[in-house]
């Protein structure tokens, strides 16, 4: 019965390395490191405590950013709970790291419902929304894809989106994207690495 | 002991049985499948059109192409109406979510400016509803994400690309341009304009 449980860790370990792979380690960083590093223009959104803010904000902080929505009914919660869990492993380094949600779905998505939706992860976490017109312009700063089906009322819809977790440098850049499916100990490093370029 | 080894037998069971989910999820193309072996939530998976023109500044245009329904195909080179190596032939999914990220992060970067070399490309990517990128750079050993991107397709195709090494060239080229009509344009310049030779 042993040989069954060292079978079932051998396969479980392949997998994971399967879906992680190496998406481009002569970068130096374990994600998809964006070179040039991309300046974002920022939009005038607002946070989930109602208050309005530039975003991205520039406050010197290195910021990790996933886009999605409330309703979404799978990977943004996975992505969420890995944000979650690279916070609590980051321990106190984190205090100098931002992390957003910001909503595709300004319509549905009330500030209330983005503050108890990115609370229930950890508090660190600051859902951002604002005007659809401003939300579209950021998607696009981030290059992201967001299409919307219609249900058969005006609210019955549902949204397919772009899954990357960006992180943007202290200066405001976009420098590395990650796929939903990167451990969080890859995302570590590369804090580390991008701490000491 | 026998405790143990009844949970040690209960914990396999129960990581089986998630293997076999996730084997199951993954296998079934007809579904958003696995949200997580890919960067996209919903829906069809979507691939990248890639379409890349490369060349040394005397040699002939090659292409590679990678199409919506992932299919890759290569023409080396790519003038006249038979080119000497060409095939076709359709990427394993894997291989795709692999370029479809490697093209995500060439359209976040943005377009390169063409730096003196001696192979040079231009790539175009087209992701279904949204905005098409390009790239025209030099191929170097060198991290872009478009030098990767291009890397990654080339180690798809069997053939070597047609790229002849050229003497005294340090013009920027246009490589989706046809080889002789490139060539006369170059040579147009130097002999007119620009004493450094380049364009």
């Known amino acids: 019965m042993k040989s069954q449980t060292v079978k079932a860790v051998m396969i479980i370990t392949a997998m994971l390395l399967f879906n992680h792979g190496s998406y481009a380690a002569d970068s130096g960083y374990e994600g998809l490191l964006v070179e040039p590093a991309k300046k974002l223009n920022s939009q005038p959104l607002m946070n989930h405590e109602g208050k309005p803010v530039d975003f991205p904000v520039s406050n010197g902080h290195m910021k990790f950013v996933f886009f999605g929505y409330t309703g979404c009914p799978d990977v943004c919660p996975m992505t969420l709970?890995?944000?979650?869990?690279?916070?609590?492993?980051?321990?106190?380094?984190?205090?100098?790291l931002d992390f957003y949600f910001v909503s595709i779905d300004p319509q549905r998505d009330s500030t209330d419902q983005l503050k108890s939706f990115v609370s229930y992860y950890d508090p660190k976490i600051t859902g951002i929304t604002g005007e659809p017109r401003s939300i579209k312009a950021l998607e696009n700063e981030f290059g992201i894809l967001t299409r919307r089906?219609?249900?058969?009322?005006?609210?019955?819809?549902?949204?397919?989106?772009s899954v990357f977790i960006y992180l943007l440098d202290s200066q405001g850049y976009l420098r590395v994207m990650y796929p939903a499916s990167i451990p969080v100990g890859a995302i570590i490093n590369d804090i580390e690495r991008l701490k000491n370029s | 002991m026998k405790i143990v080894n009844c949970i040690l037998s209960r914990t396999a069971l129960a990581l089986l049985g998630v293997v076999w989910v996730c084997v199951a999820v993954a296998a079934d193309n007809e579904k958003p499948a696995n949200p997580f072996d890919y960067n996209f939530c919903g829906g069809e998976r979507v691939y990248p059109i890639v379409g890349v023109n490369i060349a040394t500044a005397c040699g002939p245009r090659n292409q590679i192409a990678l199409g919506r329904r992932g299919k890759i195909s290569w023409f080396y080179p790519a003038h006249g109406s038979e080119p000497e190596k060409k095939g076709s032939y359709r990427l394993e999914d894997e291989q795709l979510a692999k370029l479809s990220l490697l093209a995500e992060v060439v359209m976040v970067s943005g377009s390169q400016q063409p730096d003196h070399g001696s192979v040079l490309y231009k790539m175009g990517i087209n992701f279904s509803a949204r905005k098409p990128a390009y790239v025209y750079a030099s191929l170097t050993d060198e991290y872009t994400p478009g030098n990767k991107l291009l890397q990654a397709m080339r180690s798809h195709v069997p053939d070597e690309l047609k790229l002849p090494e050229c003497q005294d060239f340090l013009s920027l080229f246009d490589p989706t341009m046809r080889m002789e009509d490139r060539l006369q344009l170059i040579n147009a310049s130097q002999q007119s304009v620009d004493p450094t030779g380049n364009l």
């Open chain 1, 149 to 161: 089906f219609q249900g058969k009322s005006a609210f019955a819809y549902t949204l397919e989106h």
């Open chain 1, 81 to 96: 709970q890995k944000i979650k869990t690279l916070i609590r492993k980051l321990g106190e380094e984190a205090n100098d």
